[in-house]
């Protein structure tokens, strides 16, 4: 029997002309495309539990979850775990406790129609014999995008497509922008006082925020395929910016290592005396055009995630652009003073040409508060 809570929520239809390409485009000519019940919210959000533990180990692919289920029971389930293994889809059907000739399989993301490192999962699903396919939503990679579906109407299964499609892309948010738009998901973040600074006036930074929200920001770190830095912070606090966490779920050498990205557009920088130049793919940036570096990020290495730890210049610097998704605040319980470093430096003349952002969560890290904030 299911869990009260799934009875709770309505089913609702869906039809081809809800289902968008990678550009937004509808896909009319899908046709055959089945309603969702009620039961399937339920498992699609098993599936997305499932996805969630590769979130830190599959760069750069996306976190993808399934789960096989027959006449009631999860007889099967599966994630992605890391690039060139096997997908969700395969990993489920391997853990099968039985035949899943007739079954139903939920999966957070279309199946690919394509062979890259693995075999098409559609074809894997195909094969296996399932009779229905859920799917929370559409892959906007253009190898993909719309052609899992059409090879499962094809092969005689049905499909239903749009279940919890707005949580499962919060698994995936990178990867669906970059698809979508060739630019990747920022995410800019902030260590300050209850004063919005961010360190003295000598440059004087560490520590700010406790251990506790130190230890939330590796999962960041773990989440983004680049670190952008300035030359500046490299300067007054040679960090290391990299994932060393062991509270990650995951052991930490299983996690790729963010690429750090230095801008030093003034060339100032000894790669002999910093940190970060012990990583072998540490990209020095000495352009200005912060645009045509994110694009590049995406287009040439595959980085869908990106974390800003940076000064006030280079923070202030991609809020003026509008390249901020994501802001989050870690605040401290202090006070550091009008002479202190602050938060951003903006250059904003007028109250109308104010930056606004969306309040999306609030939680207490240790002694400090972490605020996150969407761009409008």
Avoid at 172 to 191: D, Q, T
Avoid at 246 to 267: E, K, M, T, W, Y
Wanted: overall charge neutral.
């Amino acid at each position: 029997m299911l869990p009260k809570s799934v009875n709770s929520v309505s089913a609702f239809e869906i039809s081809a002309s809800a289902i968008q390409d990678s550009h937004g485009h509808y896909l009319a000519d899908i046709e055959g495309i089945e309603a969702a019940k009620t039961e399937d919210f339920y498992y699609m959000n098993l599936a997305i539990e499932e996805a969630k533990k590769g979130l830190y180990t599959t760069r750069p692919n996306p976190a993808v979850g399934c789960v096989i289920v027959e006449n009631g029971l999860i007889i099967g389930s599966g994630f992605h775990p890391k690039a060139g293994q096997p997908h969700a889809e395969v990993f489920a059907l391997r853990n099968s406790t039985q035949s899943v000739v007739g079954a139903t399989a939920y999966v957070t993301l279309e199946p690919c129609s394509h062979t890259g490192k693995t075999p098409p999962c559609a074809k894997a699903l195909i094969s296996s014999g399932v009779s229905r396919v859920v799917i929370a939503g559409l892959d906007p990679n253009p190898k993909v995008a719309g052609r899992g579906v059409g090879m499962l109407l094809k092969a005689g299964i049905r499909v239903t497509v749009g279940v919890c499609t707005e949580q499962a892309e919060q698994l995936n948010l990178g990867f669906l922008k970059s698809m979508r738009h060739k630019m990747p998901y920022v995410r800019l973040k902030i260590a300050s006082s209850l004063d919005g600074r961010t360190a003295m006036s000598s440059g004087e930074s560490k520590w700010i925020t406790g251990p506790a929200a130190r230890e939330d920001v590796q999962k960041l770190r773990a989440l983004s395929g680049a670190i952008i830095t300035g030359s500046q912070t490299i300067i007054e606090d040679n960090p290391s910016l990299n994932v060393r966490s062991n509270q990650l779920g995951v052991p930490a050498d299983s996690v790729p290592q963010p690429r750090i990205v230095v801008l030093d557009r003034r060339q100032r920088l000894d790669k002999a005396q910093y940190k970060v130049f012990e990583m072998p793919d540490t990209l020095l940036w000495t352009e200005s055009d912060l645009t045509d570096l994110l694009h590049k990020l995406v287009t040439e290495y595959q980085i869908h995630d990106v974390l800003v730890e940076a000064g006030s210049q280079v923070s202030g610097s991609f809020i003026e652009a509008g390249l901020v998704d994501e802001l989050i605040v870690y605040q401290a319980p202090c006070v550091l003073g009008h002479s202190a470093k602050p938060m951003l430096t903006v250059d904003i003349e007028k109250l109308s040409c104010q930056r606004r952002f969306q309040l999306i969560d609030c939680a207490q890290i240790g002694t400090d508060l972490k605020l996150v904030y969407k761009a409008n």
